[in-house]
């Protein structure tokens, strides 16, 4: 069974940083592309940053580009999410995802919050 | 971009009846490239159809989804008292892969 469990959020002021961890098991991680996807309160859902299953080719939201560095370590069956420069508007609930094609998300996990607020 | 939007917000319906949840895209998307996940409250998202039309792996085929170009529909034959979720439709062939804001079915 896949399991994907998000770890790392917290309260943060605007202009700090963050590290966020999705942990996999119950399937081959370092074959799966991984996304993270987020949803701010009372809003829609939105895709925030892709990287490929080896680590080689990430992609980015125009919206968080600059700001935010994806990574994986596939011995530990982890990927990150680095956020610097959070601003309010990041506040949101961050999911991890599977995206082996770049098209659908096949697997999520529970999310963990982000609040960026002073 | 393209902008998903979803009707109704909120969906009242009793258990046995028939749901039918619309997405409609501000333009079309190509190859029917439209997916459909449900959302219950605690739990992790649930990819339910994927290509408009096909079920993921062990979706029951009570849930079904149609439609091409901007409108689509996801249809639940007969409501389930597990089926009461938030429903998101994603569409995933323009970059940036966007999503609708949800609509929630609720028991009546």
């Known amino acids: 069974e896949v399991q994907l469990l998000e770890s790392g959020g917290g309260l943060v002021q605007p202009g700090g940083s963050l590290r966020l961890s999705c942990a996999a098991s119950?399937?081959?991680?370092?074959?799966?592309?991984m996304s993270w996807v987020r949803q701010a309160p009372g809003k829609g859902l939105e895709w925030v940053s892709r990287i490929t299953g080896s680590g080689a080719y990430t992609s980015y939201a125009d919206s968080v580009k600059g700001r935010f560095t994806i990574s994986r370590d596939n011995s530990k069956n982890t990927v990150y999410l680095q956020m610097n420069s959070l601003r309010a508007e990041d506040t949101a609930v961050y999911y991890c995802a599977t995206d082996p094609r770049g098209w659908y998300f096949d697997h999520w996990g529970l999310g963990t919050l982000v609040t960026v607020s002073s | 971009e393209i902008v998903l939007t979803q009707s109704p917000g909120t969906l009242s319906l009793s258990p046995g009846e028939r749901a039918t949840l619309s997405c409609r895209a501000s333009?079309?998307?190509?190859?029917?490239?439209l997916a459909w996940y449900q959302h219950k409250r605690g739990q992790a998202l649930r990819l339910l159809i994927f290509g408009a039309s096909s079920r993921a792996t062990g979706i029951p085929d009570r849930f079904s989804g149609s439609g091409s170009g901007t409108d689509f529909t996801l249809t639940i034959s007969r409501l389930e008292p597990e089926d009461f979720a938030v429903y998101y439709c994603?569409?995933?062939?323009?970059?940036?892969?966007?999503f609708g804001q949800g609509t929630k079915v609720e028991i009546k």
């Open positions: 333009q079309s998307v190509s190859s029917s490239y």
């Open positions: 994603q569409q995933y062939g323009i970059s940036p892969r966007t």
């Open positions: 119950g399937f081959t991680f370092s074959t799966y592309a």
